[in-house]
């Protein structure tokens, strides 16, 4: 079964910093897609950032950057220039063969003045 | 409509009694996801439907739940006999037909089982 670890329950960084979020996955699967998802305190889950599996590059959204290594099994989401409405649950996510979404435990992003 | 949409926003129930909680997936999706979000147990699948292929019902947790999909579109998720443990936000999410990796979420069902 694949598993998603988020280690960090709860990070901060003060506005227009950069943040780094942790994730690391297990799976034997090969093909395989991992998201990033925001999700404020409305409960909408917003996708941030996707990254398939075989694709080498990192993908890039805006401010939001992934640091995909594959081998080591970690995905981690890089937030530059944050800003305040930044804040929220942030999750990381795996999906593959079987479709559903896996998710970790989340982290709660602050971000301060 | 434009997004997925989930009835009712809020349900506050006794012990005991049924629930039925409403989504209505994006236009031409035919893919379709419930999640819960709880305290306890974070976010979890609970099942899948795609097309007319019979639903992966891997993730209900006990036989008190059970879904279904009308018409290829809305769908209900019942939970029967509700416990306090059942508490938690319920996440619908819907797609493309393999289109797996583009997931979009409704804003949930908050259930408070008293």
């Not at chain 1, 950069?18 to 404020?40: A, H, I, N």
């Not at chain 1, 530059?80 to 409405?85: I, N, P």
């Not at chain 2, 997925?4 to 005991?16: M, R």
């Not at chain 2, 306890?40 to 993730?59: C, H, M, R, T, V």
Request: hydrophobic share 30%; proline share 4%; aromatic share 12%.
């Amino acid at each position: 079964a694949q598993t998603v670890t988020q280690s960090q329950p709860e990070m901060s960084v003060q506005e227009a910093e950069t943040v780094t979020l942790s994730c690391t996955y297990d799976t034997s699967e090969s093909d395989y897609y991992l998201f990033w998802y925001k999700q404020p305190p409305s409960r909408q889950m917003i996708l941030v950032i996707r990254q398939e599996a075989y694709k080498q590059q990192n993908a890039t959204e805006n401010r939001f950057s992934v640091n995909f290594q594959k081998a080591a099994k970690s995905f981690s989401l890089k937030i530059s220039d944050s800003q305040l409405g930044d804040a929220a649950m942030y999750f990381c996510a795996y999906t593959g063969t079987a479709s559903k979404l896996t998710f970790g435990t989340g982290t709660r992003l602050q971000v301060t003045l | 409509g434009a997004g997925v949409s989930q009835s009712p926003s809020n349900k506050v129930t006794e012990k005991g009694k049924d629930v039925e909680l409403r989504c209505d997936p994006i236009s031409g999706h035919t893919a379709l996801y419930w999640y819960r979000q709880s305290l306890g147990q974070g976010l979890e699948f609970l099942i899948y439907f795609q097309g007319n292929s019979a639903p992966d019902k891997s993730g209900l947790p006990s036989d008190r739940f059970s879904a279904e999909r009308t018409g290829g579109s809305v769908s209900t998720l019942t939970i029967q006999r509700t416990q306090q443990e059942d508490s938690a936000v319920y996440l619908c999410a819907s797609s493309f037909a393999g289109r797996i990796h583009e997931q979009f979420f409704g804003p949930g069902t908050r259930l408070t089982v008293l």
